[in-house]
């Protein structure tokens, strides 16, 4: 048994474990440390099927893709999704998957024991505020490393060279920041947002409070957090990750371009025609907001 006294007097150091990033660093969380947010086909006894595969849930999947192995309470008219319930694989390696089952369900107690849980809910609105928002971390992050990696090679390269050192990306940096800063874009801009199902979604009235309660707002009260859920997530589709630390503290050449392309979509001057879908109205509201709430500086 070793002496207490002994032990405390030696240094202490952590030890990077390497084995959660074979998942949480790998093509699941786009070949950088991220999160995940999966679903699979669950068997009765809880294990995913993995022979029918599983789909890493972000803004665009689409409704019915979501929620294989998870508990979800909330409506959502007709439009059907895979939570709630397991499925059987056929020896012929097809699955049976009740899904109507698992549709509308408002009280899980049916499901399992809820009391033990403070909260015996697993609303519907919460898992996809959680679904965006674990994927537009994803992407910020990998953008970040990319850029990150970008200038280094550029600076490492003109030193090799004995060339001046230049801080502005030129070159395939500047091609690689470009590229990266477009990806953001698309993420923030909530770009090919699946659809909700007809009549929207609703959820536990608890949740919208307390998600937006220390949102920052304009002057008039909007925020990026105000919810819409009658046809699309958000009212306002600017992703409320601008106010994330990730988003503050990305490299300056990756955030320089990420802040001067989003004042250009919403300006409508920007030439891909790509961001097509925000009106005029939302886009001017989205620039009000981002101004008052400290996003884009004057």
Same mark, same amino acid.
């Given at each position: 048994?070793?002496?207490?006294?002994?032990?405390?007097?030696?240094?202490?150091?952590?030890? /990077?474990?390497?084995?959660? #990033? !074979?998942?949480?660093?790998?093509?699941?969380?786009?070949?950088?440390?991220?999160?995940? +947010?999966? !679903?699979?086909?669950?068997?009765?006894?809880?294990?995913?099927?993995?022979?029918?595969?599983?789909?890493?849930?972000?803004?665009?999947?689409?409704?019915?893709?979501?929620?294989?192995?998870?508990? +979800?309470?909330?409506? &959502?008219?007709?439009?059907?999704?895979?939570?709630?319930?397991? $499925?059987?694989?056929?020896?012929?390696?097809?699955?049976?998957?009740?899904?109507?089952?698992?549709?509308?369900?408002?009280?899980? !107690?049916?499901?399992?024991?809820?009391?033990?849980?403070?909260?015996?809910?697993?609303?519907?609105? $919460?898992?996809?505020?959680? %679904? &965006?928002?674990?994927?537009?971390?994803?992407?910020?992050?990998?953008?970040?490393?990319? @850029?990150?990696?970008?200038?280094?090679?550029?600076? @490492?390269?003109?030193?090799?060279?004995? %060339?001046?050192?230049?801080?502005?990306?030129?070159?395939?940096?500047?091609?690689?920041?470009?590229? @990266?800063?477009?990806?953001?874009?698309?993420?923030?801009?909530? =770009?090919?947002? $699946?659809?909700?199902?007809?009549?929207?979604?609703?959820?536990? %009235?608890?949740?919208?409070?307390?998600?937006?309660?220390?949102?920052?707002?304009?002057?008039?009260? /909007?925020?990026?957090?105000?919810?819409?859920?009658?046809?699309?997530?958000? =009212?306002?589709?600017?992703?409320?990750?601008?106010?994330? #630390?990730?988003?503050?503290?990305?490299?300056?050449?990756?955030?320089?371009?990420?802040?001067?392309?989003?004042?250009?979509?919403?300006?409508?001057?920007? /030439?891909? *025609? &790509?961001?097509?879908?925000?009106?005029?109205?939302? *886009?001017?509201?989205?620039?009000? #907001?981002?101004?008052?709430?400290?996003?884009?500086?004057?």
């Amino acid at each position: 048994m070793l002496d207490p006294v002994e032990v405390e007097s030696k240094p202490l150091h952590f030890v /990077r474990d390497q084995s959660c #990033l !074979s998942c949480l660093g790998g093509p699941f969380s786009p070949e950088v440390p991220g999160l995940i +947010v999966r !679903s699979i086909f669950p068997s009765a006894e809880g294990h995913p099927i993995m022979s029918q595969g599983s789909t890493v849930v972000d803004t665009t999947t689409p409704f019915s893709d979501r929620w294989g192995g998870w508990y +979800v309470t909330g409506k &959502h008219g007709a439009l059907l999704h895979r939570g709630n319930v397991t $499925a059987t694989e056929r020896p012929d390696n097809s699955i049976t998957m009740p899904i109507q089952k698992g549709a509308n369900v408002t009280d899980l !107690s049916a499901l399992f024991d809820t009391t033990p849980y403070s909260r015996k809910k697993s609303d519907i609105v $919460a898992l996809m505020v959680l %679904e &965006h928002q674990t994927s537009v971390q994803n992407v910020l992050t990998k953008a970040n490393h990319t @850029s990150l990696r970008a200038m280094h090679m550029q600076i @490492s390269l003109q030193k090799e060279l004995g %060339e001046p050192v230049i801080e502005e990306p030129v070159g395939t940096a500047r091609r690689m920041i470009d590229h @990266s800063a477009e990806n953001v874009l698309e993420a923030l801009f909530f =770009k090919d947002e $699946a659809a909700l199902p007809e009549g929207g979604i609703e959820g536990d %009235e608890a949740f919208p409070l307390a998600f937006a309660a220390h949102a920052p707002r304009s002057a008039n009260g /909007r925020s990026l957090k105000d919810l819409q859920l009658l046809t699309r997530l958000f =009212k306002h589709r600017c992703s409320y990750m601008v106010y994330s #630390l990730t988003f503050k503290n990305l490299t300056p050449p990756l955030k320089k371009t990420v802040l001067s392309r989003m004042q250009q979509v919403l300006a409508g001057k920007d /030439r891909s *025609r &790509h961001f097509d879908y925000l009106s005029a109205s939302e *886009r001017n509201h989205i620039t009000l #907001l981002l101004r008052e709430t400290g996003v884009f500086m004057d």
